[in-house]
Structure formats: C-alpha cells, structure tokens
C-alpha cells in the first residue's frame, strides 16, 4: 500500500472539500479503493499506486481550475471526475485568459466550460449560421447568447437580435394579464436573465431602449433584413419550416446567426412538424453552417437535471422498443 499527501495551501479547502464534505464524498466515490482523508490544508490518499495516480492527476486538475477561478461547483467538480479522455480534461483548466467570452457585472467571467460548448464557441467563430442541438440545461442558450454579447462588445456587429417562436408550453398567453408586451416578456424571460447576468442594468437599459439590443417574438422578424446583426433563435424545436426558414432567410450582411433547440421538447400542435428537425437534416454539408451536439455531460444546472435527461432517454427508449416490438 502507498500513502501520498497533497497540498491544498494554493487554495481554499472550503472550496475544494465543499459544503458538509460534499465534494469530497464526490472523490471517495470516484475512487472507492482508496481511504482519502482531509487534513485542514491537506489531502492525504492511501491504496495500489494504479488507483492513487489517476486520483491525483484529477486532484491536481481541480487545484488548477480552483487556482484560476476561485470557486467550483459540484457540478463542475463532478464533471472534472468524469471527464476520463485528455480533451475533456484539458478544457476545464483555463489556461488562456483570452477563453473568457465575457466580462460580467460584478467582475463575474462569463465563458465557454464543457468540451461542447467549446466546440460551439469555435463553431460560431468560424461561420455564420450554428445550429446549437442539446437537452435542457446544457449551457446552448447562455453561450449563444454570451457569443452575441462578446460580438457587440468587440464591434464585429451592430445589434443583437434575440427571438423565440410564441408557443406556449401547456399555458395560454391569451389568459395572462397586460397587453402583448407584458404577456410575452415572460416567455422571453431566460434570455433577458441571460442578458443581466453579462450586461450592467444601465447599459442594458440604454442598449434595449435603443434597439441596439431586441428581444422579441419570432413572428416579430419576418419581411426583415438584418444586416451587421448577431441572431439567436431560441427553443427553435417549437418552430415550423417556414418559421425556421423565414428567420434563416433574415441574415444580411456581415450577420451571423445561432440557432438552440431541444428536439425532445417540442410543444407544437400534433399536427405539426418541427422546422428544426427537418433544417438540422438538410443543412448539413453547406459550408458556413456548422452543427453541435450537446448531451447531458454538458449540463451546467443543478446535478441531478442530469440524471433526469437519462431517466427520461432511457424510458423513451423502452417505449421505442415496445413500439417496434408490437
């Protein structure tokens, strides 16, 4: 048996033990053949040298990223655990402070943190169309729309257009109180806190008074040229084909568009097919237009949002088979 000791005098234990040890149970049960102990500003790891190695280079990597970054979630914590290939790895230490997309209020960075949704910041960089496809929670939208602001912070385009078609998940804006605008900010409420989250409220007072910045209904785009324009589509599964097409028919000059969706959550009439299916498949091979995959190992809410997208992928699973087996 081997014992080896760590140093966590680089960082604060707190964060790296988490609450009530939380994080730390986390290690134990990645590595169970191993005893690991805390000891103030020491982690000490005793069993085979086969398991101790890979349990320090994962260690050492959360020192790196708690070096950088200060503060780790237990999502995040998970994540570095799980990622067992060198690229998974490699993308949660920020070795290049250019990675930051953008600065927050508050000092708060904003950027790019699983490996697909650093594929999606690369993606966007290099064409103008992207189509962003991926569960709930797994950042699509916040990164989308911290590219936008990233775009109009650097002057590579004059406004930012963000849009989601006003389909109503099992509620009826007809019997929500106030006029149209009161009864559709609600609906468009994750992209406005996406927004807040990247932009002081005073500037973004001024950008959205201006319409340097619109939030708006899909339907609010047609008969539109939006040149020197960054375009987010949101929650696009819920859009028709013509709906889809009309918006990708938007872009103008020097415009660059993003389009999110989650094909397992489409709120359409069931006599109505998804624009986003159908445009995923037939865009495929045309240059300048790139689509990334998001899965649940790319979800940055709470811990068990993940578990639930594989509950559900497995019982869609089944039903799909029962289906074929009838």
């Known amino acids: 048996m081997t014992e080896t000791i760590i140093s966590l005098e680089s960082v604060n234990p707190i964060e790296f033990f988490g609450v ?41 990597l959360i020192i790196q990223y708690l070096e950088r970054n200060g503060h780790l979630s237990e999502n995040y914590f998970e994540q570095i655990l799980g990622g067992d290939d060198a690229e998974t790895v490699d993308n949660f230490i920020d070795k290049n402070p250019n990675d930051v997309l953008v600065f927050g209020p508050n000092g708060r960075t904003v950027r790019a943190r699983t490996t697909n949704q650093k594929r999606m910041v690369t993606a966007a960089d290099k064409n103008d169309i992207v189509f962003a496809i991926g569960p709930a929670g797994t950042g699509k939208t916040y990164t989308a729309v911290a590219l936008a602001v990233r775009a109009l912070k650097n002057k590579t385009v004059k406004k930012i257009i963000l849009t989601r078609p006003a389909v109503e998940a099992g509620e009826s804006l007809g019997f929500l109180p106030g006029d149209l605008k009161e009864k559709i900010d609600p609906y468009l409420r994750p992209l406005y806190d996406a927004l807040e989250d990247m932009i002081p409220a005073d500037k973004l007072g001024y950008y959205m008074t201006t319409k340097t910045i ?10 539109r040229t939006l040149d020197n324009a960054f375009m987010i589509l949101d929650e696009a599964q819920n859009t028709n084909d013509l709906q889809l097409k009309m918006f990708l028919t938007r ?69 799909e088979f029962e289906h074929r087996h009838r």
């Open 214 to 223: 619109e939030v708006a209904p899909l339907a609010y785009m047609r008969g």
């Open 20 to 60: 009530n040890n939380g994080k730390l149970d986390l290690l134990k049960k990645k590595f169970p053949l191993l005893k690991i102990l805390s000891r103030g500003t020491q982690i000490k790891i005793s069993g085979a040298p086969e398991q101790i190695d890979p349990a320090k280079e994962k260690i050492q």
């Open 251 to 319: 872009i103008g000059a020097n415009a660059k568009a993003i389009i999110t969706g989650d094909p397992t959550q489409i709120d359409l009439p069931r006599n109505q097919h998804s624009g986003l299916l159908k445009a995923s498949r037939i865009l495929q091979n045309i240059e300048g237009i790139a689509h990334i995959e998001l899965n649940e190992e790319d979800v940055v809410r709470h811990k068990l949002v993940k578990d639930i997208i594989k509950a559900y992928e497995k019982e869609t699973e089944r039903e």
